[in-house]
């Protein structure tokens, strides 16, 4: 199809309407799937990496606005997702790309979420709709193209406010594995983790494996048996969508590991779950952090990584004071620069930490690569100790 083709293919695309749950709406064209969705409108500031975007887990049930007007130009390949599917609940998008561009394409943006019903919107002011989403706060959001955005306004708006809010939602049991596997260590095999996945992106065991450790992905609802099973010498929780408050199980979990003094790490929503663990609180930002170029600083070097983020919730612990907990004393290791959050936690008597954010960088910048090294240092330094325990003993 030619150029002219397929400007003429998009500019006789349906209308399409976007709704917010404050009755503020932004008319455009169909991009994707034509129908209708619904979600939590959220933003994404980051320039690159939508296909992994789409692909994370940890954003199911949200509509995703991009920010970076110019979406689509590398088209879709078959190496970059995150998972098996596309798990945003709609797109929204300023001026798609025409023509997709890259040795690695293997079709349009525009026909991967047609083929899989993602319906989505273009054509639109991103920039009003993120300034809105800043000072209003993520909301619930309907988008509707085809015969199903010939309906009035004010019954479309209805609807919107009929959809259950993430405030309060359990979604990691519908993202995660229903079977365990295993993720072979690359080259030789150094140590054995077992994975609890909330929502796991690719790319997370993969650079596991790349340290030499085999990874036993285990499902959400995983038991202190099941992680037994699997004699780890690490336990890790992973990313994973919806609201930590509803995450007992795993909560639950969690502090059978820390009881076994088996070391552990946690990511973004593993961080809440730590969190919580601790006896901390969480609670819902305004409108959140994602995107691939969020500042955050290490407390225990002060470094600061340019880092990639996808959370709307954040734990509740003091920032500059070391904490008391049930499992010895905590501290708050790592801080968002642009507004304080605490984006990881640290236990000082037991080998425990996690971050907010995402260290597997997909995609997204490589400064926090070095949290996994971190994690094999303390599985490293606990086997260690495990051997001195043992030659004391003899002795």
Same mark, same amino acid.
């Given at each position: 199809?030619?150029?002219?083709?397929?400007?003429?293919?998009?500019?006789?695309?349906?209308?399409?309407?976007?709704?917010?749950?404050?009755?503020?709406?932004?008319?455009?064209?169909?991009?994707?799937?034509?129908?209708?969705?619904?979600?939590?409108?959220?933003?994404?500031?980051?320039?690159?990496?939508?296909?992994?975007?789409?692909?994370?887990?940890?954003?199911?049930?949200?509509?995703?606005?991009?920010?970076?007007?110019?979406?689509?130009?590398?088209?879709?390949?078959?190496?970059?997702?995150?998972?098996?599917?596309?798990?945003?609940?709609?797109?929204?998008?300023?001026?798609?790309?025409?023509?997709?561009?890259?040795?690695?394409?293997?079709?349009?943006?525009?026909?991967?979420?047609?083929?899989?019903?993602?319906?989505?919107?273009?054509?639109?002011?991103?920039?009003?709709?993120?300034?809105?989403?800043?000072?209003?706060?993520?909301?619930? !959001?309907?988008?509707?193209? $085809? %015969?199903?955005?010939? /309906?009035?306004?004010?019954?479309?708006? +209805?609807?919107? =406010?009929? #959809?259950?809010?993430?405030?309060?939602?359990?979604?990691?049991?519908?993202?995660?594995?229903?079977?365990?596997?295993?993720?072979?260590?690359?080259?030789?095999?150094?140590?054995?983790?077992?994975?609890?996945?909330?929502?796991?992106?690719?790319?997370?065991?993969?650079?596991?494996?790349?340290?030499?450790?085999?990874?036993?992905?285990?499902?959400?609802?995983?038991?202190?048996?099941?992680?037994?099973?699997?004699?780890?010498?690490? !336990?890790?929780?992973?990313? $994973? %969508?919806?609201?930590? /408050?509803?995450?007992?199980?795993?909560? +639950?979990?969690? =502090?059978? #590991?820390?009881?076994?003094?088996?070391?552990?790490?946690?990511?973004?929503?593993?961080?809440?779950?730590?969190?919580?663990?601790?006896?901390?609180?969480?609670?819902?930002?305004?409108?959140?952090?994602?995107?691939?170029?969020?500042?955050?600083?290490?407390?225990?070097?002060?470094?600061?990584?340019?880092?990639?983020?996808?959370?709307?919730?954040?734990?509740?612990?003091?920032?500059?004071?070391?904490?008391?907990?049930?499992?010895?004393?905590?501290?708050?290791?790592?801080?968002?620069?642009?507004?304080?959050?605490?984006?990881?936690?640290?236990?000082?008597?037991?080998?425990?930490?996690?971050?907010?954010?995402?260290?597997?960088?997909?995609?997204?910048?490589?400064?926090?690569?070095?949290?996994?090294?971190?994690?094999?240092?303390?599985?490293?330094?606990?086997?260690?100790?495990?051997?001195?325990?043992?030659?004391?003993?003899?002795?």
């Amino acid at each position: 199809m030619t150029t002219a083709a397929r400007g003429a293919v998009r500019r006789t695309a349906p209308h399409a309407l976007l709704v917010l749950e404050d009755g503020r709406t932004f008319r455009g064209r169909a991009y994707g799937a034509v129908g209708e969705t619904f979600g939590e409108a959220v933003f994404s500031t980051g320039m690159t990496g939508y296909q992994e975007t789409l692909t994370d887990p940890s954003y199911h049930r949200q509509v995703v606005v991009m920010t970076a007007p110019h979406v689509g130009n590398t088209g879709v390949n078959d190496e970059d997702p995150e998972s098996k599917r596309i798990w945003v609940a709609g797109y929204v998008v300023r001026d798609p790309a025409r023509v997709p561009s890259n040795w690695r394409s293997r079709r349009s943006l525009d026909e991967e979420l047609a083929d899989q019903g993602v319906v989505g919107i273009s054509g639109i002011d991103t920039r009003a709709l993120t300034r809105h989403l800043r000072e209003r706060g993520a909301m619930r !959001v309907g988008i509707f193209s $085809g %015969p199903a955005a010939e /309906a009035g306004e004010e019954e479309l708006l +209805a609807r919107v =406010r009929e #959809v259950p809010a993430m405030q309060g939602a359990d979604l990691c049991g519908e993202v995660a594995t229903d079977e365990p596997y295993v993720v072979p260590a690359i080259g030789e095999k150094r140590y054995t983790v077992a994975a609890v996945d909330l929502g796991i992106k690719g790319m997370t065991p993969h650079r596991m494996a790349e340290r030499g450790i085999e990874v036993h992905v285990l499902p959400a609802a995983a038991t202190p048996e099941d992680i037994d099973a699997v004699r780890p010498d690490g !336990v890790f929780f992973s990313n $994973g %969508p919806g609201d930590p /408050a509803t995450a007992d199980d795993a909560v +639950a979990l969690m =502090r059978g #590991v820390l009881d076994r003094g088996i070391p552990l790490f946690g990511i973004c929503f593993g961080n809440q779950i730590l969190g919580r663990a601790l006896g901390f609180g969480t609670f819902k930002l305004k409108y959140g952090h994602r995107g691939i170029n969020q500042p955050v600083q290490d407390r225990t070097t002060g470094k600061v990584e340019i880092t990639a983020h996808n959370h709307g919730f954040a734990v509740d612990a003091p920032v500059d004071e070391v904490s008391e907990t049930p499992y010895g004393r905590a501290e708050v290791s790592h801080v968002c620069l642009n507004d304080g959050v605490v984006e990881g936690l640290r236990l000082l008597d037991r080998p425990a930490f996690s971050v907010q954010y995402h260290p597997e960088a997909a995609a997204g910048p490589h400064d926090a690569a070095y949290l996994f090294d971190r994690f094999v240092a303390l599985m490293r330094d606990n086997l260690q100790h495990s051997v001195n325990l043992m030659e004391e003993q003899r002795a």
